[in-house]
């Protein structure tokens, strides 16, 4: 009796709904590398959310599983790589990795460098990553073949051509998800060939659902279409109506001019303003308030779709980060000699933090680096020196900062977390913070860049409101 309800209890376990993407394989050139998989948190701000790790052991193997509930996409950057992949409920992947490449030593201290972008391959070579990769080779083949045709001759006569033997190729393909795809990217291409206006993508655009707006396929024609358009509005003949609607909070104005200029509605419409208000903040054009306030509007934050309140919330998340007058993220790790140190803990009463994120690699850094000196000198009754600095040689890095006798607390950042978290995209970047841990300056200068001055006059004003409260 007990042996027969175990069995029938097997069987309805074995036949629930699962939604967990199961993904394994084998190389052996990833023996003991960990490949962390992340998907987008928005179309908006991109930042990365993380999906997966995989972990591969001594032998080559790696297996993992992720929860999703519709096809989603995710990458992962490893060595020189940016590997892309869709997650599809309830499938077994059998991953291919590529021959493994390293990042050359020029490629880890570029802060511009690019991943080769790439899909993965799978074991079963039929399932949804497979058909996108297929398709976007023959794209890619098409478009460099007929590039004079399509790109100097603007030729519609070989680009509908183009577009029918993609068609005959994939036409059969019924997957809502690929349909999306393969629609997106032939359209950009148009867009590129024949220079096309916003308004002429808006159905293409409009008919893609939430879900799919997180797709490549959706934010590079999203991109292209919709970057930086608010700064191009506002230069316009009828700019100044457009300035004073971001200044005003007139969210109102702002959308009826994407609907009658971009020809797009619904929630995509208030995507495409969050798109342009988030370029806007970066601009310079506009108030950074004024952003800040539209963004935060009930009609983006209290959207009936989901993704666009996300969005709204992520912006401003972002645009947030590390202003004036902002709490900085308390950044906890061992020193050199493997001491630990929180950042709200270092110095006493009314001292500013000067906190620089270094890579001793870098000539240019180690000599920003050796300049603290004539800094501290001058400014240590009032400052203290925090370094966060790139994990290198750590037995070179400690003969540097000895022999150069560079002052301050130095802090080795081995897992790269904090420098991801400050979202430092190059060597050096520096921050000043009060003794709240508050961010002080907007941007605030490297040593050899004007730091000593900068700090110097905001000293000067900061003790003579010191003493005048007292």
């Known amino acids: 009796m007990n042996g027969w ?24 050139e990833y023996a003991g590398k960990k490949l962390d998989f992340f998907r ?54 059998t991953l291919l990795l590529p021959p493994f490449r390293d990042k ?34 023959q794209l890619y083949q098409l478009r460099d073949k007929y590039f004079n045709q399509l790109y100097l001759r603007e030729s519609r006569q070989v680009f509908d051509s183009l ?41 293409e655009l409009s008919e893609a659902p939430s879900a799919f707006w997180n797709h490549p396929a959706f934010t590079g024609l999203f991109d292209k279409m919709y970057g930086n358009k608010l700064s191009f509005a506002a230069k316009s003949i009828k700019g100044e109506r457009i300035r004073e609607a971001v200044s005003q909070t ?50 983006f934050v209290k959207d009936q779709e989901k993704t666009v309140r996300e969005t709204a919330k992520n912006i401003l998340i972002k645009l947030r980060h590390l202003r004036p007058g902002s ?12 001491q630990r140190f929180c950042t709200n803990e270092i110095s006493g009463d009314d ?23 004539k800094i501290e000198d001058r400014f240590q009754k009032y400052l203290e020196i925090i370094i966060v600095l790139r994990k290198t040689d750590l037995i070179e890095m400690k003969m540097f900062l000895d022999k150069q006798k560079i002052p301050g607390i ?33 941007q605030t200068k490297s040593p050899l860049d004007g730091f000593e001055q900068q700090f110097g006059r905001f000293l000067q004003r900061e003790l003579f409101e010191r003493q005048r409260k007292q």
């Not at 309800?5 to 052996?28: F, K, Q, Y």
């Not at 709490?327 to 493997?338: F, R």
């Not at 906190?355 to 850094?365: G, K, P, S, Y």
């Not at 802090?411 to 060597?427: A, P």
Request: proline fraction near 4%; charged fraction near 25%.
């Open 250 to 299: 007139d969210t109102g104005f702002l959308l009826e001019f994407i609907k009658d200029n971009y020809k797009i509605t619904g929630p995509v419409a208030r995507l495409v303003l969050l798109k342009m208000l988030h370029d806007g903040f970066y601009s310079g054009d506009f108030s950074e308030n004024a952003i800040l306030n539209l963004v935060g509007a009930d009609i």
């Open 104 to 137: 050359s030593f020029a490629d880890q201290k570029n802060p511009y460098f690019q991943p080769v972008e790439f899909w993965f391959a799978t074991g079963g070579g039929n399932q949804l990553n497979d058909r996108i990769s297929a398709f976007d080779n």
């Open 410 to 442: 130095h802090l080795v950042d081995e897992e790269g977390r904090f420098t991801e978290e400050y979202r430092v995209k190059s060597f050096p970047t520096c921050l000043l913070l009060n003794d709240k841990h508050e961010v002080v300056f907007q």
């Open 163 to 203: 577009s029918a033997v993609l068609e005959q190729q994939f036409g059969s393909i019924s997957s809502k998800t690929f349909l999306f795809h393969k629609k997106l990217k032939i359209k950009a291409v148009e867009a590129d060939a024949f220079k096309l206006e916003p308004a002429s993508v808006s159905d």
């Open 351 to 373: 001292k500013f933090k000067y906190l620089v994120f270094a890579d001793t690699e870098m000539i240019v850094c180690r000599e920003h680096l050796k300049y603290l000196a």
């Open 5 to 28: 309800l175990l069995s029938v209890l097997l069987i309805i376990w074995t036949n629930l709904p699962v939604s967990a993407t199961s993904i394994s394989g084998w190389n052996e």
């Open 40 to 93: 987008l948190s928005d179309p908006v701000t991109r930042e990365k959310v993380h999906v997966f790790t995989l972990e591969v052991n001594s032998n080559g193997v790696f297996s993992a599983e992720a929860e999703v509930e519709q096809p989603t996409f995710v990458f992962s950057d490893f060595g020189i790589y940016r590997g892309m992949l869709f997650l599809e409920p309830g499938e077994k992947i």
């Open 327 to 338: 709490l900085a993220p308390v950044v906890c790790l061992k020193n050199t000699s493997g």
